[in-house]
């Protein structure tokens, strides 16, 4: 099992930045792929950014390109996203999750979620 804890969400003006966190705990492993998701209240859950386990490779939908930065810190076992010039469309609740092998788009495949930190964006 794995447990993961996303941090850093809050309250912040339109262009604004914030960094997420998820921190990951039991038996984790350096060839995890990690994503983070986000969904909206009455929307579907969509794919952020991911990164692969080496963070060689990373993905991002094209909404956040050049906004959002993923990473990852192998020593601590956790994975920031960087967010910059945030947008009211940005707001909605973050998930990182975990998949053994590549990096993926899908929620589908992965295999361990955390419960979320909410990010809201205002005037």
């Known amino acids: 099992q794995v447990q993961l804890v996303e941090s850093g969400g809050g309250l912040v003006q339109v262009g604004g930045s914030l960094r997420l966190s998820c921190a990951a705990s039991g038996r984790t492993s350096s060839f995890w792929a990690v994503g983070w998701f986000r969904q909206a209240p009455g929307k579907e859950r969509e794919f952020v950014a991911a990164t692969s386990a080496s963070g060689d490779a990373r993905g991002y939908r094209d909404s956040v390109k050049g906004r959002f930065t993923i990473s990852r810190d192998a020593a601590t076992n956790t994975v920031y996203l960087q967010m910059n010039s945030l947008k009211f469309e940005d707001s909605a609740r973050y998930y990182c999750?975990?998949?053994?092998?590549?990096?993926?788009?899908?929620?589908?495949?992965?295999?361990?979620w955390g419960r979320g930190t909410q990010v809201t964006v205002s005037s």
């Open positions: 999750a975990y998949k053994q092998g590549g990096l993926r788009m899908e929620g589908s495949v992965y295999d361990y």
